[in-house]
């Protein structure tokens, strides 16, 4: 039997219910992280979409930066949007102050603005099998340069959209808005209780 896990949130701003609907939906506890101490008992941590000039504030006035560099350092993580901007090593916008966990660097509002905002279906490879997922990408970015620790799990108009790093997943865009849970379980599965074996695909 798989040993039970709590999967952290942050919760500053954006759209940390949608992840948290999902975790309930799976029957992982699930919870949101508001202060550093919050970090402490975690598995995982998800970053959610948002904005990441106001969550990067956030993060200083809340005095939360040295523990979640810390954390997502050494622990399991998965930045969508937002998330994944402030995961990067480097952003094109310098009022956001990102985590440097991944070795990428991103441009935010890469596709245009709010009305530039679009759905569509991606395929990814996840534990060896491809896979639809659906994907909203809403003033997504674009991930520019990619370190050689970095794994491609998905491609959409030549750019990466979906990544992994060690014990990181990155996604640009938004899957858990759309009722299909496959990334949710990947990162669970695959990444946060690195269980290779079992992982949907
Ligand atoms: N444009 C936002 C930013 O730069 C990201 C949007 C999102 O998370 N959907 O932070």
């Known amino acids: 039997m798989k040993k039970p896990i709590l999967v952290g949130v942050l919760a500053l701003q954006g759209d940390f219910a949608c992840h948290l609907s999902q975790l309930e939906s799976l029957q992982v506890a ?63 916008d310098p009022r956001v102050r990102p985590l440097g966990a991944v070795d990428m660097v991103i441009r935010r509002n890469a596709y245009g603005r709010q009305v530039h905002s679009f759905y569509d279906e991606i395929e990814a490879r996840l534990n060896g099998t491809v896979s639809r997922l659906k994907a909203s990408f809403i003033r997504a970015p674009i991930i520019e340069e990619l370190g050689g620790k970095v794994t491609i799990l998905a491609e959409y108009q030549g750019s990466p959209v979906l990544i992994e790093q060690g014990r990181c997943l990155v996604s640009t865009f938004h899957s858990e808005l759309h009722d299909n849970t496959l990334l949710t379980r990947y990162f669970l599965e695959c990444i946060v209780l690195d269980g290779r074996k079992g992982c949907p695909g």
Do not use: Q, Y
């Not at 399991?76 to 995961?87: K, Q, R």
């Open 30 to 92: 699930g919870c949101e992280v508001r202060r550093a101490d919050d970090l402490n008992d975690l598995d995982a941590l998800i970053i959610p979409g948002g904005e990441s000039t106001t969550m990067s504030e956030l993060i200083d006035r809340f005095d939360m930066r040295l523990k979640l560099t810390e954390f997502v350092r050494h622990r399991a993580v998965w930045g969508t949007c937002a998330g994944s901007i402030l995961l990067a090593r480097k952003v094109d």
